[in-house]
């Protein structure tokens, strides 16, 4: 980005950041810092067609699809993987949602496995009746 070139050729240049980091580089790097270069861009960023002029969609190195961002997202092609990202968004999230769960339950059993004064103490009882409770 520092050669100051007329022209850039990017391969998925976001691909292997963070989703913070990877809207830094695309919008402040290669949308703001290349403003008025010509950048060749390969990318699986949907989110970010909308920002480039001209689109092409490729399958196994066949152009499949082409033209403007508007054009593009009303054809079957794009709604096809436009859909697959969904799912696979879909299911992450589902993955993630289900750790979570595991993680509350594990914690609980956890919970309900410790020192039974521990139950005690966080009951509010006063202490003649834990003393009570515990030579019970």
Not at 17 to 25: M, Q, T
Not at 68 to 77: A, M, V
Not at 83 to 99: G, H, L, P, V
């Amino acid at each position: 980005m520092y050669s100051d070139s007329d022209i850039y050729l990017l391969d998925d240049p976001i691909s292997a950041l963070d989703i913070h980091v990877g809207k830094f580089v695309m919008e402040e790097g290669i949308l703001n810092y290349l403003q008025g270069k010509t950048r060749i861009v390969a990318t699986h960023a949907l989110a970010y067609l909308k920002f480039f002029d001209y689109i092409y969609v490729m399958d196994e190195g066949e152009i499949v699809e082409q033209g403007d961002f508007e054009t593009l997202k009303e054809t079957e092609i794009y709604k096809e993987i436009q859909a697959s990202f969904d799912k696979i968004r879909e299911e992450e999230d589902k993955k993630k949602q289900e750790q979570e769960e595991k993680k509350k339950k594990e914690e609980a059993d956890k919970k309900s496995s410790a020192n039974p004064l521990d139950d005690i103490l966080a009951s509010g009882i006063d202490a003649d009746d834990k003393q009570e409770q515990v030579e019970d």
